[in-house]
């Protein structure tokens, strides 16, 4: 039973960059959201669904987007890479918003 | 202006000695909830507890409770008998209208010998 799945684990980019993470969930969860992490900062939303073929913008939104085509995918890119970006990136998904939310392992994305 | 605020980044406790960790949060909807996570050094994020804005009673699991304020709002985490293994990060959590959920800056809390 895989849970939540994050691809890939660890990314450096350089400036510019694009590229996009995915999350896959195997339990069927409507809700799927996307946080960064940062020292100091706590987890910040960036973006989340609340089912398939619908995003909604979080509490950091600006250079990134997402796409939720797939129930059980949510993917978050990330068009032009700043250095800015450089975080640990946690998906996370639930059957609603009153339940826990079952995390992925975590992307360490370093951008220089 | 913070949503919902931890006002200890860290704390040390005796082993076996209850600790309360503080969250307050700021909304002026009637149907919200709060989780507490705790994130130990491995990185991973473990649920530990849920309040329905509308529960009346306080939620509880196993050694964790959430001392629910709403008039204060404030949604404490209380951790009995406190363990080694407790030793973690812990962030509280806040859902939000929309069923957005957006956490805290999170308590580092250590568990001495």
């Known amino acids: 039973n895989a849970g939540v799945t994050q691809t890939p684990k660890f990314r450096v980019l350089k400036t510019g960059q694009s590229m996009t993470l995915l999350c896959a969930q195997d339990m069927n969860h409507e809700y799927m959201y996307w946080y960064r992490q940062d020292p100091g900062m706590g987890l910040r939303l960036i973006h989340y669904s609340v089912g398939e073929g619908t995003t909604a913008k979080g509490e950091v939104p600006d250079g990134y987007n997402v796409s939720r085509l797939k129930k059980q995918n949510f993917l978050l890119g990330l068009e032009s890479a700043a250095p800015s970006q450089t975080s640990v990136y946690f998906c996370?998904?639930?059957?609603?918003?009153?339940?826990?939310?079952?995390f992925g392992e975590g992307s360490r994305l370093t951008v220089l | 202006a913070q949503k919902i605020t931890q006002t200890q980044p860290g704390m040390f406790v005796q082993e076996k000695e209850a600790v309360t960790l503080d969250c307050t949060y700021d909304t002026s909807d009637q149907s919200y909830g709060l989780f507490w996570y705790k994130q130990p050094s491995s990185g991973e994020m473990i649920f530990l507890i849920y309040?329905?804005?509308?529960?009346?009673q306080n939620a509880t699991e196993g050694r964790y409770s959430l001392n629910f304020q709403k008039a204060r709002k404030s949604a404490n985490l209380v951790i009995s008998a406190s363990q080694l293994g407790d030793s973690a990060m812990y962030f509280c959590?806040?859902?939000?209208?929309?069923?957005?959920?957006?956490f805290g800056k999170g308590t580092r809390l250590h568990i001495l010998p």
């Open positions: 309040q329905g804005s509308y529960d009346e």
């Open positions: 959590a806040m859902r939000e209208p929309g069923d957005k959920i957006i």
């Open positions: 996370a998904s639930s059957w609603t918003a009153r339940m826990e939310l079952f």
